[in-house]
């Protein structure tokens, strides 16, 4: 008995692999099915590549608008700025002041406001003389007037001494070329 049913479930196993590769198959639901799969993947892909795409964008328009005020803080000039004064104290509208550049010889001219205020935006660190003439004062020269970078220098107030135009009176100013360092703290 136990042969006949060896013989039986061979049998049938038989059947079952044979009938498994017999099969009737349908090309066009098997192909169809292919397609169908091919498109779901590719449309995956697509919306995969879209996300990436547009996150990558997003991040780059992050950085560079987070980089935009660093990038404005790394600035070399600096500003040289004062109040021309007379004698008594009045301030002197309508100066003429020249800053010139020791090494480059390089002339920037301003005159003074009503308020006897000048300002030389934009100047490069290095070393500088200022020139100051009004018609019924003394030319006052004021010489190593030294700008560091990115620095506010304000020479303060300048007074001008009462005499002729063709006497010069010369301020000699000695200054230390400063590097600016930040440091931080943790809290």
């Known amino acids: 008995m136990l042969d ?3 013989e039986k479930t061979e049998l049938t196993f038989r059947q079952a692999a044979s009938a498994a590769f017999r099969r009737p198959v349908n090309l066009k639901t098997e192909t169809a099915m292919f397609f169908f799969t ?5 449309f995956r892909a697509s919306t995969c590549r879209v996300r990436f795409n547009l996150t990558m964008l997003t991040l780059s328009v992050l ?7 660093a990038t404005n803080a790394q600035t070399v000039t ?12 009045a301030v002197v509208a309508g100066a003429d002041v020249t800053l010139i550049n020791d090494q480059t010889n390089d002339k920037r001219e301003q005159p003074t406001n009503e308020s006897g205020r000048f300002t030389f935006a934009s100047v490069q660190p290095g070393v500088y003389s200022l020139r100051i003439e009004h018609a019924g004062f003394e ?37 230390q070329l400063v590097e600016n360092v930040k440091t931080f703290r943790k809290l």
């Open 4 to 6: 006949a049913l060896k």
């Open 63 to 69: 950085a560079v608008f987070s980089l935009g005020p």
């Open 78 to 89: 600096g500003t040289i700025s004062g109040v021309v004064v007379d004698p008594n104290g």
């Open 139 to 175: 030319t006052l020269v004021r010489t190593k007037v030294v700008l560091s970078a990115n620095e506010g220098l304000a020479l303060g107030e300048l007074a001008l001494k009462t005499g002729q135009v063709t006497e010069t009176v010369t301020v000699q100013g000695e200054g």
């Open 38 to 42: 091919q498109r779901t993947t590719s």
